[in-house]
């Protein structure tokens, strides 16, 4: 009986090694990525960046839907080339960096779209402690090997949040009507990720 329930125990485990070896980790390259944001500003716009920022990719091939992202941005490392106003923006009037040091986004199911290579990843999103759960469209740019043998994969997205919708409410009005922002940020994310060995 001992015997047979370790060979019972074995036939379990290497029936379920597939199911890790099918997905594949891939962390992201700070260096060759980037978060942008864009939101409207009295009869323009206001560009910016956060150059701080970590995420991990788990992917599965054969199945993309059982694939999985996490990632994080730090506050603190608002950019719009402008010291002043990334202050403000570090401020309790926007980001309130000190009590709300991440902005955070954890997926719970990709769905493949009809588009090629394009999937609707729905997920947690939190920024300044509210948390929302969206669906944004991305794209996937494909599979790559580099000059030293490290496996990379690519993936770009693009949407549009309502600031508000998060607490970050400031604003102030015009004498002539209207607001000095907008609530809409549209965000641009480009990633460059590296198989983990």
Same mark, same amino acid.
């Given at each position: ?13 290497? @029936? ?98 009809? @588009? ?56 102030? @009005? ?24």
């Amino acid at each position: 009986m001992k015997q047979f329930r370790s060979v019972f125990v074995s036939l379990v485990f290497l @029936a379920t090694v597939p199911l890790f070896a099918a997905t594949e980790t891939y962390t992201v390259d700070k260096v060759h990525s980037s978060v942008e944001f864009k939101i409207h500003h009295l009869v323009g716009n206001v560009v910016g960046k956060f150059t701080d920022f970590a995420g991990v990719v788990n992917v599965d091939r054969a199945k993309p839907a059982a694939s999985s992202v996490e990632f994080t941005i730090q506050t603190a490392s608002i950019d719009t080339a402008t010291p002043d106003r990334d202050k403000d923006l570090r401020s309790s009037n926007f980001f309130d960096v000190e009590k709300y040091p991440t902005i955070t986004f954890k997926s719970t199911k990709i769905t493949p779209t009809k @588009a090629k290579n394009t999937y609707d990843v729905t997920g947690d999103l939190t920024i300044h402690g509210v948390t929302k759960r969206i669906t944004m469209p991305v794209a996937f740019l494909g599979f790559g090997k580099d000059p030293w043998g490290n496996e990379r994969a690519g993936f770009e997205l693009s949407t549009t949040i309502d600031r508000k919708d998060y607490g970050i409410v400031w604003n102030k @009005a015009l004498d002539q009507g209207g607001f000095v922002l907008g609530d809409d940020v549209k965000i641009s994310i480009d990633l460059e990720t590296i198989k983990k060995k």
